[in-house]
Every structure is written in structure tokens, then in C-alpha cells.
């Protein structure tokens, strides 16, 4: 499947509902990333035993590391994050003022999402290391098909990166100061 062609324009995040945006990256993204994230592991574990080798398990490493965090982190979003958005617009739309929280601000959760998006980005950027830019699978030890694999995860992931950090969390760090008012 590919993501590229089913992404909007930015132009229609900067002026969707944060609702709409926040589907769009569940249902394009997570789900991507539940369907990714296996079926980079098992090609990991082939490529770990019939190519064998420390550069093989170099990036089974970085990858189990990646999935593990991932994993984690569309939990926080989806059972903490994202309800926290969605109650606000909700708030904002009724004309109510902000929903207490037990996070606090938004910007409490936000901070965490960002600082793993950085430690994302970082993995991303091992696996590109270790693979030559992705162009490479003998450097790494690994098969063609994962190179190609990791090489979809790279764009898919810092597109769904790039959605959160630059539009979604500053439109709902905004949101949450024009329900303070």
C-alpha cells in the first residue's frame, strides 16, 4: 500500500478538525505501523539466520528497539494523548472551557511523544546508517526485501513524525490556550 498517494496536501491538516487528523494518522499510520512492525521482525530473524553476523543482529537490535518503543508510544497516544485532543476540540465546539486532565496540560503529554519522536527519528537513523541509506543489504547483513521494508518504514514514519510534531501538537497546545481564556 501506498501512503504517499493516500496523504492530503498540508495545507487541509492546517485546516481540518484535530479529530479528522488524528483518524487519519490512526487509521494510515498505526495501521501501517501494526502490519510494518511484525513483518520487519520476522524478515529480521530470516535475515539474522541465513545471513548471520553481527551487522544482521546489529539491526535486528536497533529494530526490536524501535518496534518496542513504537509500540509504546501509539499506546500513550491512543489511551492518553489523543482522548485528551479529542476532549478539548469537544470542549471548544460546546463552547465549554478545557476538561481537567490528569495530565495536566496537553503539553505534558506532548513533550513525551516529542522527546520519542527524536529517539524514533534516531533508530531511523542507525538503520539508515547500517544499510548505506537503504541502498546496501550485504552491509547490514540483511535481505533486499528488508532493506526495501525498512526503507517504507523510514518514509511512513517520519511523515507520521511530521503530522504530530508540526501540526497536530502545536494546533492542540493552541487549542488548550484559547480554552484558558
Not at 546489529?58 to 485528551?84: D, N, Q, T, Y
Amino acid at each position: 500500500m501506498n501512503h504517499e498517494a493516500e496523504q492530503a496536501p498540508q495545507a487541509d491538516w492546517d485546516q481540518t478538525t484535530l479529530s479528522v487528523l488524528i483518524q487519519h494518522i490512526l487509521d494510515t499510520h498505526h495501521a501501517y505501523l501494526r502490519e510494518a512492525l511484525p513483518r520487519l521482525t520476522q524478515l529480521a530473524q530470516a535475515s539474522n539466520s541465513a545471513e548471520g553476523g553481527k551487522d544482521a543482529a546489529g539491526v535486528c537490535g536497533v529494530l526490536e528497539g524501535l518496534r518496542a518503543e513504537i509500540e509504546s508510544h501509539m499506546w500513550k497516544e491512543e489511551m492518553v494523548l489523543f482522548p485528551l485532543i479529542r476532549s478539548l476540540e469537544e470542549a471548544e465546539a460546546s463552547g465549554k472551557p478545557a476538561p481537567p486532565s490528569h495530565c495536566g496540560s496537553v503539553r505534558n503529554p506532548i513533550r513525551v511523544m516529542e522527546q520519542e519522536h527524536e529517539a524514533a527519528k534516531g533508530a531511523l537513523e542507525e538503520l539508515k546508517k547500517r544499510t548505506v541509506n537503504y541502498t546496501d543489504p550485504a552491509a547490514a547483513g540483511v535481505s533486499a526485501a528488508m532493506v526495501q521494508e525498512l526503507r517504507r518504514l523510514d518514509e511512513d514514519l517520519r511523515h507520521h513524525i511530521h503530522l504530530e510534531d508540526d501540526i497536530l501538537f502545536p494546533r492542540a497546545i493552541e487549542l488548550e490556550a484559547r480554552l484558558a481564556v
